[in-house]
Nanobody
């Protein structure tokens, strides 16, 4: 059974940086598209970034483009989200999700979700 573990969240001041990690213990992400999402209570979950190893593509939402960078380790067992120039509006629970056999361009609505990690940006 595939499951995901996020880490790296925390409290940071505006303008600061955090790096989130997404691990899939026991498997590699070779045939997956890995997405990063965030959600604030009472609001819809927002897809903010994606990386697809099948076609070596990445994608970013306009809200994070130029500030966040998605990457992976060489073994494709970890996916990272480097978040720079953080703003208070980036405060949310952040989730990674894995979609087997998909690309960022056709990312499905029902990926496998991690449990999330909280990011809080103070002003």
């Amino acid at each position: 059974e595939v499951f995901l573990v996020e880490s790296g969240g925390g409290l940071v001041q505006a303008g600061g940086s955090l790096r989130l990690s997404c691990a899939g213990p026991g498997f590699t992400f070779d045939d997956y598209a890995i997405g990063w999402f965030r959600q604030v209570p009472g609001k819809e979950r927002e897809k903010i970034s994606c990386i697809s190893f099948s076609d070596d593509s990445t994608w970013y939402a306009d809200s994070v483009k130029g500030r966040f960078t998605i990457s992976s380790d060489n073994a494709r067992k970890m996916v990272y989200l480097q978040m720079n120039s953080l703003k208070p509006e980036d405060t949310a629970s952040y989730y990674c999700a894995a979609a087997f056999g998909y690309y960022c361009s056709n990312y499905p609505d029902n990926p496998t979700w991690g449990r999330g990690t909280q990011v809080t940006v103070s002003s």
